[in-house]
């Protein structure tokens, strides 16, 4: 039987995982934006963080879709970023939340400084911690890709769009 202490010891551990878990999920994200940010580029640093800005949006985006694509099967009709009753309209919402998407980064990222602070430092973390976040955006961005294609190609199949 176990005590209430190795109880707690358990819960603190778990505790201490999902914060190094939470840690490296927001060292990925901001690899992504440095990645892109730090691109050999005759650009202002503006602009270039302006591009990394929308990249790391358009992935934000893509995940969205994905998971949009999934409500509507699951709920049997086109409702969410799919609607067939206005597709002006549809694409109107798309717009705005890509720029919704854009608009936080940019505060996160650009405004607040995290992201451009982090892509300075990026050089001086451990060899193999760089090799671990680079390798690990690639995959996310693989991984994403497949999502959204899967997620499309299931949707057009179960409301049978053919074009």
């Not at 893509?62 to 409500?71: P, Y």
């Not at 206005?86 to 890509?98: G, Q, R, T």
């Not at 892509?119 to 959204?148: G, P, Q, W």
Request: proline residues 1%; hydrophobic residues 50%.
């Amino acid at each position: 039987m176990r005590s209430c202490g190795s109880s707690a010891r358990g819960f603190s551990a778990w505790r201490k995982n999902e914060f190094q878990m939470i840690q490296f999920f927001k060292e990925l994200y901001l690899t992504g934006f440095s990645i892109i940010f730090r691109m050999p580029s005759r650009a202002s640093a503006r602009t270039k963080a302006g591009s990394a800005v929308a990249a790391i949006a358009l992935i934000e985006w893509l995940i969205l879709a994905g998971i949009s694509s999934w409500i509507d099967m699951f709920i049997g009709e086109r409702f969410l970023l799919n609607s067939t009753n206005s597709s002006v309209a549809s694409k109107l919402v798309i717009v705005i939340l890509f720029f919704a998407l854009c608009s936080v980064n940019h505060l996160v990222l650009v405004t607040r400084g995290n992201g451009i602070k982090f892509a300075d430092e990026f050089n001086n973390l451990k060899k193999s911690r760089r090799i671990l976040l680079v390798t690990s955006c690639l995959v996310l961005l693989l991984s994403v890709i497949a999502f959204f294609l899967y997620s499309r190609f299931a949707y057009r199949g179960f409301f049978h769009i053919n074009s």
